[in-house]
Every structure is written in C-alpha cells, then in structure tokens.
C-alpha cells in the first residue's frame, strides 16, 4: 500500500489544469468538457502515481446504499483506488447519506473523485467538502467569444502550435456555438495540421459551415451587403440550418456594435469591461464605420422583432430572418454623422 498522502492547501475554484491528486476532489459545473478533462486528469495522475491504481465508477442517480463502502475499501493487493462518482446533481437519498459519512474520515489510500453537474441538490454535501477545504474544479459555461477564444489559445498553446490570431477568431466563429465541437475543431487541426494554423486553414476545412454559426449571413448584413447576406442565408437554410442560430448570430453582432459605440467619447473602459476580446473591439471599430446612431437603433429593433418571430410570434420564421436581415442591411446605408472607423476612446485592456 503506497504511502499516505498529505492533503493539499484548498483552492476553490481551480481550474481543469490546476488540480491536483487529493482524498477528495470536487469537480462540479455545468461545462462537461472542463468537467471531463478534470476527471481525466486526475486519473492520468493516479496511474502515474502508480500504473495498477484501481478505477471504479459509481452513478450518484442509481447508487444503492453500502456501494462507496465497498468499492473505497482496501484491496487484496493493497492497490491505490480512485473512485469517480458522476450525477451528484441527481444523488439519491442513500448516495447523499453515505457520502457525507465517508467525508467525515476519508482515506488517505483512496482518491474519491465527485462530480456535480449544477443546481442545488446536494448542496449539504457540495458545502461539507468546501468546508473541509478539499479542492473545488470550477467548470462553469464558457458563453462569451472572448473566454472561447481563450480556450482555443490554450489549446494550442499546450500543444505547441503557432497559430494566427484571425484563425482562432474564424475557428470560433465557425464551430463555436458548442464548446465540445470547438474542442473536437481545435484537436482536429492539431492532429492534421503541421506548422503554423492559418485562418486559411481554419477556411479549408471549417469556412463552409454557413449551416453551424450563421456569422457569415450576420457579417454580410452588418457591411451592409444585403444580396450576399440574402444569399448566404438561403444557403444556410438550404443545408439545414434554423432561423434561431442565425437570428442568434446577428444578435451577436448588432450587441457588440452597441457595446463599443456606446463608449464613444467616453473614457476608462476596458475590454474587460464589455465582456469582449480585443479583436472583437478592434473588429466592431471597424465595422462601425458606416453606421449612425439611428441606423444602430433600427438593426436593433429589426433583430429583436425577428427574434421574437423565430420562437413563435411569427407564421414565417425563414421570411422573418431575411427581412431582418435585409432591415439590418438598409440600416447601415444611413451615413449621416456615422461612426468614425477608429472613434472610440476605449482603452485596450490587453
């Protein structure tokens, strides 16, 4: 039996590649990439630790009573054991019981690995391991652009890839709506790819997937380019792609023209501040151009009105979407007093 271990300092909210091995570890939140390279990792570091480590699962939403009991106590061989306990946002009533008996003395020979899904149930047991002071995964949604870019540096970074900031911004873009086919994305191009990643790589094997984002189409609009807009759209819909994603993409990109063109003539914001990259800012100065406040306030009114088209006030969803988008694209044709390219007084928060 190997040595005991000393329990290390608690850190709440750590992240996927800051845990380390300990009695217990609690992985919770609702981002199931993060949540799955937690666990992942933490078995990696058990069969470091010792190759023979004996693995067992248990599933918190059929757990039956005496079950942890079992697969926790020592082996024939005197094996180390890692336990990986999943679903404790659905624990059943014995689960909820035995594991708080178990963190009252919980073995140093043996690494319980708990992870919860979110939401409140089981919250008697989340609050016994934080008080205890075993370490917390924080694997919360990453929703904004920014933090997905992040994740997509990172990856590459760990992989040793050089990569084109206009490629991570095209890869985000193009399979960004779910963070599991953007890590799925990431890995492919590491894999097939040698040398630096180009947003013209990001082209060849992403840049026809209208059907995933609907950027294109909201791209195309925001310029004011309303057939290409028109057409893109209809390519979308032809490949089977909903009115919601690409109302949600315009969206997207009318919000962030409204975030920056708010601070102009306004000083003391940062990137941070909006929620937004610094290529996104850089971006919207750019596209801002062209566009007046007036002009703004009708692409707003256009994507909210389709929006609410999309999910069930309207008998047309796909004629909702292109009359947005032609609104939006008619919106930017407005050039009095229009935002200058470079107007904003917005300080880089890089």
């Given at each position: 039996?190997?040595?005991?271990r000393?329990?290390?300092?608690?850190?709440?909210?750590?992240?996927?590649?800051?845990?380390?091995?300990?009695?217990v570890?609690?992985?919770?939140?609702?981002?199931?990439?993060?949540?799955?390279?937690?666990?992942?990792?933490?078995?990696?570091?058990?069969?470091?630790?010792?190759?023979?480590?004996?693995?067992?699962?248990?599933?918190?939403?059929?757990?039956?009573?005496?079950?942890?009991?079992?697969?926790?106590?020592?082996?024939?061989?005197?094996?180390?054991?890692?336990?990986?306990?999943?679903?404790?946002?659905?624990?059943?009533?014995?689960?909820?019981?035995?594991?708080?008996?178990?963190?009252?003395?919980?073995?140093?020979?043996?690494?319980?690995?708990?992870?919860?899904?979110?939401?409140?149930?089981?919250?008697?047991?989340?609050?016994?391991?934080?008080?205890?002071?075993?370490?917390?995964?924080?694997?919360?949604?990453?929703?904004r652009?920014?933090?997905?870019?992040?994740?997509?540096?990172?990856?590459?970074?760990?992989?040793?890839?050089?990569?084109?900031?206009?490629?991570?911004?095209?890869?985000?873009?193009?399979?960004?709506a779910?963070?599991?086919?953007?890590?799925?994305?990431?890995?492919?191009?590491?894999?097939?790819?040698?040398?630096?990643?180009?947003?013209?790589?990001?082209?060849?094997?992403?840049?026809?997937?209208?059907?995933?984002?609907?950027?294109?189409?909201?791209?195309?609009?925001?310029?004011?380019?309303?057939?290409?807009?028109?057409?893109?759209?209809?390519?979308?819909?032809?490949?089977g792609?909903?009115?919601?994603?690409?109302?949600?993409?315009?969206?997207?990109?009318?919000?962030?023209?409204?975030?920056?063109?708010?601070t102009?003539?306004?000083?003391?914001?940062?990137?941070?501040?909006?929620?937004?990259?610094?290529?996104?800012?850089?971006?919207?100065?750019?596209e801002?151009?062209?566009?007046?406040?007036?002009?703004?306030?009708?692409?707003?009114?256009?994507?909210?009105?389709?929006?609410?088209?999309?999910?069930?006030?309207?008998?047309?969803?796909?004629?909702?979407?292109?009359?947005?988008?032609?609104?939006?694209?008619?919106?930017?044709?407005?050039?009095?007093?229009?935002?200058?390219?470079?107007?904003?007084?917005?300080?880089?928060?890089?």
């Amino acid at each position: 039996m190997p040595p005991a271990r000393r329990r290390p300092p608690a850190v709440a909210g750590l992240s996927w590649e800051e845990v380390s091995l300990a009695p217990v570890v609690l992985v919770r939140g609702q981002e199931a990439v993060l949540a799955d390279r937690a666990v992942d990792r933490l078995l990696d570091h058990a069969r470091e630790v010792d190759a023979d480590v004996e693995v067992s699962y248990l599933e918190a939403a059929a757990y039956e009573s005496g079950q942890l009991e079992i697969v926790a106590s020592p082996s024939l061989f005197g094996e180390p054991r890692c336990v990986v306990v999943a679903g404790l946002e659905a624990m059943t009533d014995a689960f909820h019981d035995d594991v708080l008996s178990y963190l009252q003395h919980p073995p140093d020979d043996v690494w319980l690995v708990l992870r919860h899904g979110g939401g409140q149930r089981g919250k008697k047991v989340l609050d016994a391991v934080t008080r205890a002071g075993h370490p917390v995964v924080a694997c919360e949604p990453v929703k904004r652009d920014g933090d997905k870019v992040a994740f997509v540096v990172a990856d590459f970074r760990r992989a040793r890839r050089r990569y084109e900031t206009e490629a991570v911004q095209a890869l985000v873009e193009a399979v960004g709506a779910d963070l599991r086919e953007l890590a799925s994305a990431t890995s492919q191009l590491i894999a097939d790819t040698t040398g630096t990643v180009t947003a013209d790589v990001v082209q060849r094997y992403y840049g026809g997937r209208v059907e995933v984002t609907g950027f294109r189409v909201a791209d195309a609009a925001i310029a004011g380019n309303a057939g290409e807009a028109v057409v893109l759209l209809r390519h979308a819909v032809a490949t089977g792609t909903g009115p919601v994603p690409v109302v949600a993409a315009l969206a997207m990109k009318v919000r962030t023209l409204a975030k920056v063109a708010a601070t102009r003539g306004r000083s003391g914001y940062s990137t941070a501040d909006l929620g937004l990259a610094p290529w996104q800012v850089d971006r919207a100065r750019r596209e801002l151009s062209g566009w007046t406040p007036e002009g703004l306030a009708a692409a707003i009114t256009a994507v909210a009105a389709a929006d609410a088209e999309v999910k069930g006030q309207g008998r047309d969803p796909v004629f909702a979407v292109e009359r947005a988008v032609l609104r939006v694209a008619a919106a930017r044709a407005h050039r009095e007093q229009a935002y200058p390219a470079a107007s904003a007084t917005l300080r880089d928060g890089r």
